[in-house]
């Protein structure tokens, strides 16, 4: 019943910026994490941003810190990622995620974290 959609992926430019978008549905509970991941080809899936509803703590990965910000949106478990700056590295599937409960956001972005429901994703590709 829960439903996460992600949207504003494209072909950017190096340099240029996207903002994408998770629009969520079916979950109407206080408590989460929610956050973005993105996969490339080959390799793992990587934890970007995440979020905690608790106390609107983030996390981001070293490779995106300055460049990404994570920001609440009007619905509950709804999320937007504003990337600037970005380089051909940042190509991927970007996923939305939602972890239930009260945790931080490590919990949910670490490589030893996990989530609870998933978007289908959306492709961002940078190249120029």
């Known amino acids: 019943q829960v439903r996460l959609v992600e949207s504003g992926g494209g072909l950017v430019q190096p340099g240029g910026s996207l903002r994408l978008s998770c629009a969520a549905s079916g979950f109407g509970l206080n408590y989460y994490t929610i956050g973005w991941f993105r996969q490339a080809p080959g390799k793992e899936r990587e934890g970007v941003s995440c979020?905690?509803?608790?106390?609107?703590?983030?996390y981001y990965a070293s490779s995106v810190k300055e460049r990404f910000t994570i920001s609440r949106g009007n619905a509950k478990a709804a999320s937007y990622l504003q990337m600037n700056n970005l380089k051909p590295e940042d190509t991927a599937v970007y996923y939305c995620?939602?972890?239930?409960?009260?945790?931080?956001?490590?919990?949910?972005?670490?490589?030893?974290?996990?989530?609870?429901?998933w978007g289908q994703g959306t492709q961002v590709t940078v190249s120029s």
């Open positions: 995620a939602v972890k239930l409960g009260v945790w931080r956001p490590d919990d949910q972005c670490s490589a030893s974290g996990s989530s609870d429901y």
């Open positions: 979020r905690s509803s608790s106390d609107g703590s983030t």
